[in-house]
Nanobody, 118 residues
Framework: QVQLVESGGGLVQAGGSLRLSCAASGSVFSSYNMGWYRQAPGKEREFVATITRSGVTTNYADSVKGRFTISRDNADNAKTTVFLQMNDLKPEDTAIYYC????????WGQGTQVTVSS
Protein backbone atom coordinates (compact mmCIF):
# COMPACT_ATOMS: atom_id res chain seq x y z
CA GLN A 1 0.00 0.00 0.00
CA VAL A 2 1.47 3.30 -1.08
CA GLN A 3 1.41 6.12 1.42
CA LEU A 4 2.26 9.70 0.51
CA VAL A 5 3.06 12.11 3.32
CA GLU A 6 3.65 15.77 2.51
CA SER A 7 5.16 18.22 4.99
CA GLY A 8 6.88 21.59 5.25
CA GLY A 9 4.02 23.96 4.55
CA GLY A 10 3.19 27.00 6.63
CA LEU A 11 2.41 30.69 6.69
CA VAL A 12 4.95 32.98 5.06
CA GLN A 13 5.05 36.56 3.84
CA ALA A 14 5.27 37.37 0.16
CA GLY A 15 8.86 37.05 -1.00
CA GLY A 16 9.61 34.35 1.54
CA SER A 17 10.64 30.72 1.06
CA LEU A 18 9.49 27.28 2.08
CA ARG A 19 10.79 23.78 1.41
CA LEU A 20 8.24 21.03 1.03
CA SER A 21 8.98 17.35 1.46
CA CYS A 22 7.10 14.28 0.30
CA ALA A 23 7.90 10.86 1.65
CA ALA A 24 6.57 7.76 -0.03
CA SER A 25 6.90 4.21 1.18
CA GLY A 26 5.55 0.85 0.23
CA SER A 27 6.87 0.28 -3.28
CA VAL A 28 9.79 0.86 -5.61
CA PHE A 29 9.24 4.57 -6.12
CA SER A 30 12.53 5.24 -7.71
CA SER A 31 10.95 3.80 -10.87
CA TYR A 32 8.44 6.63 -11.20
CA ASN A 33 8.48 10.17 -12.44
CA MET A 34 7.26 12.24 -9.50
CA GLY A 35 5.55 15.58 -9.28
CA TRP A 36 4.06 18.27 -7.13
CA TYR A 37 0.52 19.51 -7.58
CA ARG A 38 -1.50 22.17 -5.78
CA GLN A 39 -5.11 23.06 -5.21
CA ALA A 40 -6.20 26.54 -4.29
CA PRO A 41 -9.59 27.21 -2.66
CA GLY A 42 -12.37 26.90 -5.21
CA LYS A 43 -10.04 25.75 -7.98
CA GLU A 44 -9.07 22.49 -9.64
CA ARG A 45 -5.88 20.71 -8.65
CA GLU A 46 -3.08 21.78 -10.98
CA PHE A 47 0.37 20.60 -11.94
CA VAL A 48 3.30 22.48 -10.40
CA ALA A 49 6.50 20.56 -11.18
CA THR A 50 7.75 17.16 -12.21
CA ILE A 51 11.04 15.28 -12.02
CA THR A 52 12.03 12.16 -13.89
CA ARG A 53 12.85 8.95 -12.05
CA SER A 54 16.57 9.57 -12.55
CA GLY A 55 16.30 13.11 -11.25
CA VAL A 56 18.00 14.47 -14.35
CA THR A 57 15.07 16.22 -16.03
CA THR A 58 12.60 18.63 -14.46
CA ASN A 59 9.65 20.58 -15.76
CA TYR A 60 7.62 23.40 -14.24
CA ALA A 61 4.35 25.20 -14.67
CA ASP A 62 4.93 28.64 -16.17
CA SER A 63 3.56 30.29 -13.03
CA VAL A 64 6.39 28.90 -10.85
CA LYS A 65 9.26 28.68 -13.33
CA GLY A 66 12.38 30.35 -11.98
CA ARG A 67 11.04 30.41 -8.41
CA PHE A 68 10.46 26.73 -7.54
CA THR A 69 12.91 23.84 -7.71
CA ILE A 70 11.97 20.17 -7.54
CA SER A 71 14.47 17.50 -6.47
CA ARG A 72 14.42 13.92 -5.23
CA ASP A 73 16.40 11.51 -3.11
CA ASN A 74 16.44 7.95 -4.45
CA ALA A 75 19.21 6.73 -2.19
CA ASP A 76 16.94 4.21 -0.49
CA ASN A 77 14.85 2.09 -2.89
CA ALA A 78 12.37 1.39 -0.11
CA LYS A 79 11.67 5.07 0.39
CA THR A 80 11.68 7.99 -1.99
CA THR A 81 11.66 11.60 -0.87
CA VAL A 82 10.72 14.42 -3.20
CA PHE A 83 11.35 18.06 -2.36
CA LEU A 84 9.99 21.36 -3.59
CA GLN A 85 12.05 24.44 -2.79
CA MET A 86 9.82 27.48 -3.15
CA ASN A 87 11.39 30.92 -3.29
CA ASP A 88 9.94 34.39 -3.87
CA LEU A 89 6.51 33.16 -2.84
CA LYS A 90 3.47 35.12 -3.95
CA PRO A 91 -0.06 35.27 -2.51
CA GLU A 92 -1.29 33.36 -5.58
CA ASP A 93 0.87 30.41 -4.50
CA THR A 94 -1.48 29.88 -1.55
CA ALA A 95 -2.84 26.33 -1.86
CA ILE A 96 -2.65 22.82 -0.52
CA TYR A 97 0.36 21.13 -2.07
CA TYR A 98 0.41 17.43 -2.93
CA CYS A 99 2.90 15.02 -4.42
CA UNK A 100 2.17 12.01 -6.60
CA UNK A 101 3.49 10.20 -9.62
CA UNK A 102 3.23 11.83 -13.05
CA UNK A 103 0.63 11.08 -14.22
CA UNK A 104 -0.96 10.68 -10.79
CA UNK A 105 -1.77 7.03 -10.09
CA UNK A 106 -1.55 6.74 -6.33
CA UNK A 107 -4.07 7.69 -3.68
CA TRP A 108 -3.60 11.33 -2.77
CA GLY A 109 -2.14 12.17 0.62
CA GLN A 110 -3.39 14.87 2.98
CA GLY A 111 -1.21 17.51 1.39
CA THR A 112 0.48 20.40 3.14
CA GLN A 113 -1.02 23.88 3.39
CA VAL A 114 0.98 26.82 2.08
CA THR A 115 -0.35 30.28 2.86
CA VAL A 116 1.39 33.38 1.52
CA SER A 117 0.35 36.71 2.97
CA SER A 118 0.73 39.98 1.08
Amino acid sequence: QVQLVESGGGLVQAGGSLRLSCAASGSVFSSYNMGWYRQAPGKEREFVATITRSGVTTNYADSVKGRFTISRDNADNAKTTVFLQMNDLKPEDTAIYYCNTVPAVWTWGQGTQVTVSS
